[in-house]
């Protein structure tokens, strides 16, 4: 079963073994939210331009986290930049795919107790499918096969939060290199998806270190 962009992105940031969150938990919100704006992107439900979310198909998609992100940019069409709707969306985004994976049967919540406080960590059923996107990406890209549509946003999402060390390891340095030619090659409306995701990741750190 091929996973939604979001899905991908929740297992490329976390270790597929112990379910350990591999960037901070303001980088996993703006990836996942970049992620779900990405959905509805490559369904053909929004668009970009200038900067700004534009509808252009309020049709319910199947998926009901994909159909509940669009409802929402229609109720609030007052709100339009995508650094908004990035910020806005990375507050739940989390636990919304958390959710969606753990209905599909791919997670399951456990509870682990850190200093004095129990947090929910969402380990993969499957270690094989939690592994896939991170090892599909880095054997396609080091071997500088063609990649979908869809693995082109999810390795610049990868790209845009930092995680590109940890995902792609040893050959990071050269999948970077060609990372960047397919990068060019994505419509202007997810290229600008993607600009804003790491924009808004910068402004995150900067502001976490001042």
């Given amino acids: 079963m091929q996973l939604l962009l979001a899905d991908d992105f929740f297992f490329t940031a976390h270790d597929d073994t112990t379910g350990r969150i591999r ?28 900067r700004a979310i534009v509808v252009r198909d309020a049709h319910p998609p ?36 958390a959710q969606r994976l753990l209905r599909a049967g791919h997670v399951r919540a456990t509870q682990t107790r850190k200093m004095l406080r129990t947090q929910v ?11 896939w996107p991170a090892a599909r990406l880095a054997t396609r890209l080091s071997k500088r096969e063609p990649l979908s549509t869809a693995d082109v946003v999810l390795s610049g999402l990868i790209a845009a939060t930092e995680l590109e060390a940890q995902v792609f390891q040893y050959d990071s340095a050269d999948i970077g290199r060609y990372l960047r030619q397919l990068l060019t090659t994505l ?16 402004d995150a750190v900067l502001s976490h270190r001042r």
């Fill in 23 to 50: 960037l901070s938990e303001g980088r996993a919100g703006l990836g996942l939210g970049g992620a779900l704006l990405g959905e509805l992107l490559l369904l053909g439900s929004i668009d970009i331009e200038r």
């Fill in 62 to 97: 199947e998926d009901s986290l994909a159909r509940a992100v669009l409802e929402q940019l229609i109720r609030d069409e007052s709100v339009t930049t995508v650094r908004d709707w990035l910020h806005y969306l990375g507050q739940d985004a989390y636990e919304q795919v």
């Fill in 121 to 131: 960590v969402y380990l993969p059923v499957d270690i094989n499918v939690a592994a």
């Fill in 187 to 202: 419509p202007s409306p997810l290229r600008a998806l993607l600009s804003e995701t790491e924009a808004a990741v910068g």
